[in-house]
């Protein structure tokens, strides 16, 4: 049952969430989507299907709820690397910031992030190689 998600799990979900939509309202919002989605959806035969699915829909709703952040605003970010990094994944584009939040934060294999994701794993490899590099760039 998609409510028996552990305590681990559910923060990597809602933290997963606010580093794609950018927000905690955004966050909220994908957290609870996906828990409907996934609570109106056949059970599963396999243990790990419920979660994917979750996860996916928790992307998908994420992106569409997703708001940019800039550098530039008002908001004093210097002070905390953590927010700086919040920021700096909030300043990539959609993909490639779901790319990184799902490998390098939520733990994903590729495997399950291409699926996440719903594209293949070579493309996430892509997204997540390109992600990574603005990235670094960003920060220097």
């Given at each position: ?10 923060s990597t979900l809602y933290t997963t969430a606010f580093h794609i939509s950018g927000s905690r309202v955004g966050a909220e919002k994908s957290l609870v989507a996906a828990y ?105």
């Amino acid at each position: 049952m998609v409510t028996d998600i552990d305590a681990d799990r559910l923060s990597t979900l809602y933290t997963t969430a606010f580093h794609i939509s950018g927000s905690r309202v955004g966050a909220e919002k994908s957290l609870v989507a996906a828990y409907q989605h996934a609570a109106a959806a056949p059970d599963p035969s396999e243990p790990d299907s419920r979660l994917r699915l979750l996860m996916r829909e928790l992307v998908s709703t994420a992106k569409r709820t997703a708001t940019a952040v800039s550098e530039s605003d008002p908001v004093s970010w210097a002070g905390n690397s953590k927010n700086r990094v919040a920021i700096l994944l909030a300043s990539l584009d959609l993909d490639l910031r779901a790319a990184v939040v799902l490998r390098d934060i939520a733990g994903l294999s590729h495997v399950e992030a291409a699926d996440a994701l719903d594209t293949t794993p070579e493309k996430f490899g892509e997204l997540l190689s390109e992600g990574r590099l603005m990235l670094v760039q960003r920060m220097m």
